[in-house]
């Protein structure tokens, strides 16, 4: 049963008095079945922030085997993930396991819940399917039942509301929460509400999905059977799966399994993270029920896995978070492998941070969180004993990053002739005739070396294991079928320390299929122990070592519309929307923008020197909002800078990019 936990502070999701006035971006729920039908969301200005721009990848439908659905239920929802455009909370809750995750539910009581775009961008990116919520509860819900199911066309209609929400936002699908009791009349029409959803929704985006939640039964009576059976079989027949109710008993999986038959892995068994009857009794002991259910070969719903965050389990929440998913890795194994398909890029970006950084320099230095900006997450393995190791391995957020506001830290002792490595990546990616191109880059102290060890396989040819390093690697001969040193690139000015190597190779008809990384020290003729620290900061796959090629400025059309000014003349304040498209008509296929602005007075126009340009945020799609810009008072003319990035991490050179000047001196 989904309820609101008692010790929630439930946040306002509420739109804003006026959705179509201009405002900061957010992302809200829908809250009446009038508003569903009337379509308002699509004339609210904050329609076009909410659409995700990462596309799932191709062939990530669900595989024949157990799967791992999470329900995230936290606060009421809409909290620091409302913010569209990115908050100021460098602790907002997030999920970097994407690796352990077959699909994603945003829940909230609210009728219909639509997923921020932040969490649709980056499961996406992770291969991970989206739903949102349809859910129907209390006194308010049977009134909302009454008219949703008082006739055929009326259940056809809402289901066409809810699928177009779904194909215009970008997200997969739906979770049906029916949690009120209804009038055995009023079952064919809920069944032609399911089926209909479920049908439109399969014709309109191939692949999605529609989740029914263990709640009414056959006969119109809420009553949690906490297992797939002949009370609630008939819903699951006409949908992609059902979500049972965490009350569920030893044997249950089995016994819905062999209901189920060739569906058994459709069949989604519930576990409350917070424990309230779960089997196992959840938190620590989630794993407990994973085991089980993994045993009666059906697969998993774990609901409200931010129970770690809200709980503040010590003794942070990133120590936690990597324990707690680590013992659902234990249990399950990995579900998601990457890379799968080239180009390939990570920053380690978590979406969250104390800076951001743009090829190695730093361009903002505050708190800051957008989990659209997540790039793939490392599967890194965290033991229970930590002690054991010599290096800690973590993803960092303090030490300075090469890109965006995270990376990867590696600090401990090591000895003289000792190495310690560690997973990075788990992959699929077959090897085509073009050579490959490794690039990478590291900082370190002393005598401190990175290496990547990949492993490729074939069919033919058997499994090969080639190590990347620059110094030092003459005892590695034996352990690797070939040591390669990689090309030191020049890395740019604002970069210090940074260090960029590049490897090119050819491997046809290889698959690679797992990276690690390898830290040694390089310490000729000292056999001490040695302090060991470095940074990897990014990696780079691709088929090419060439620079993208982005579209010049003059391919663009940069527009500002709402612009609004505040303040007085002395503090004046700018807020408006900026749009951008290509001239040509064509879809963008860059998933990012990075927005900086130039303030110029008249003296620096004269004057030209060294350009100041501060970065205002980040946008995921063709248009963002500024809000509240301080403007100095002898400003006379601003420039809006729109710098494209693309998928393999390469940036525009500020002084190529589109651009929007507005002029100042109009403003009394």
Not at 219 to 246: H, M, R
Not at 358 to 363: A, R
Request: hydrophobic fraction near 35%.
């Amino acid at each position: 049963m989904m309820s609101d936990r008692s010790d929630d502070q439930i946040s306002d999701p509420t739109p804003p008095s006026d959705p179509s006035k201009p405002s900061i971006p957010i992302s809200y729920p829908i809250q009446t079945l009038e508003d569903l039908d009337s379509r308002t969301y699509f004339t609210s200005f904050h329609y076009p922030f909410n659409k995700s721009s990462v596309p799932l990848r191709p062939n990530s439908g669900l595989a024949q085997r157990p799967r791992i659905l999470v329900c995230h239920d936290m606060q009421g929802g809409y909290v620091d993930d409302k913010w569209v455009q990115g908050g100021g909370n460098s602790g907002a809750y997030a999920i970097w396991h994407w690796y352990l995750i077959d699909a994603f539910v945003y829940f909230s009581h609210y009728l219909v819940t639509l997923p921020p775009p932040c969490w649709t961008n980056t499961a996406h990116r992770h291969g991970v399917q989206v739903l949102g919520t349809f859910i129907t509860e209390g006194d308010e819900g049977t009134t909302i039942c009454n008219k949703l199911l008082s006739t055929k066309e009326s259940a056809h209609k809402y289901a066409e509301r809810l699928a177009e929400l779904a194909v215009a936002l970008g997200f997969d699908g739906w979770l049906l929460n029916m949690e009120v009791n209804l009038d055995i009349e009023q079952i064919p029409n809920l069944k032609e509400f399911v089926s209909h959803l479920t049908q439109t929704m399969h014709s309109s985006v191939p692949g999605s999905l529609v989740i029914w939640y263990d709640s009414v039964t056959i006969d119109g009576t809420v009553s949690y059977q906490n297992q797939l059976n002949e009370q609630n079989k008939p819903f699951f027949d006409i949908c992609d799966g059902i979500f049972a109710n965490y009350w569920w008993e030893e044997e249950y999986p089995k016994l819905s399994a062999k209901v189920a038959g060739e569906r058994k892995f459709d069949v989604y068994m519930g576990i409350d993270v917070f424990g309230r009857g779960t089997y196992g009794g959840g938190q620590w002991n989630t794993n407990v029920a994973l085991d089980v259910i993994k045993k009666g070969d059906v697969s998993a719903a774990i609901y409200a896995p931010g129970w770690v965050y809200e709980s503040k389990q010590p003794p942070d929440f990133q120590t936690a978070q990597n324990r707690w998913w680590g013992l659902v890795e234990k249990s399950w194994a990995i579900d998601q492998n990457y890379p799968k398909e080239l180009p390939f890029y990570s920053n380690f970006d978590q979406g969250h941070g104390n800076h951001i950084s743009v090829d190695g320099e730093q361009v903002l230095s505050t708190q800051w969180n957008n989990i659209s900006l997540q790039s793939f997450q490392p599967f890194l393995e965290y033991a229970d004993d930590s002690a054991s190791k010599t290096i800690e391995v973590r993803v960092d957020f303090k030490e300075a990053s090469y890109s965006g506001g995270g990376n990867l830290t590696f600090r401990g002792t090591l000895e003289a002739k000792a190495s310690f490595s560690t997973r990075l990546f788990s992959g699929q990616l077959l090897m085509g005739t073009l050579p490959l191109h490794f690039i990478y880059s590291v900082k370190s102290e002393g005598n401190s070396r990175v290496g990547l060890s990949l492993e490729f396989s074939s069919e033919t040819e058997g499994k090969k294991k080639l190590l990347l390093a620059s110094q030092g690697t003459k005892r590695f001969w034996s352990e690797f079928s070939e040591v390669i040193v990689p090309h030191q690139l020049t890395t740019p000015d604002n970069a210090p320390g940074w260090v960029i190597q590049e490897v090119s190779m050819a491997m046809h008809g290889y698959t690679l299929t797992e990276i690690h990384v390898v830290c040694y020290n390089e310490q000729p003729g000292n056999s001490n122990a040695a302090e060991y620290f470095a940074v990897l900061g990014h990696i780079k796959i691709s088929t090419s070592d060439e620079n993208t090629e982005f579209p010049p400025s003059t391919s663009w059309i940069v527009d500002g519309q709402d612009v609004e000014w505040g303040g007085s003349q002395g503090s004046k304040t700018l807020s408006l929307k900026i749009s951008w498209k290509l001239k040509d008509g064509k879809n963008p296929p860059y998933p990012r923008y990075n927005i900086y602005v130039e303030k110029l007075t008249k003296q620096s126009i004269r004057t030209p020197g060294r350009k100041v340009r501060e970065y205002v945020g980040v946008a995921h799609v063709q248009t963002f909002y500024v809000s509240q810009l301080a403007i100095p008072s002898a400003t006379s003319s601003l420039k809006f800078i729109v710098q494209v990035c693309d998928v393999d991490g390469a940036t525009q050179k500020l002084d190529d990019a589109p651009l929007f000047q507005l002029n100042v001196s109009s403003f009394a």
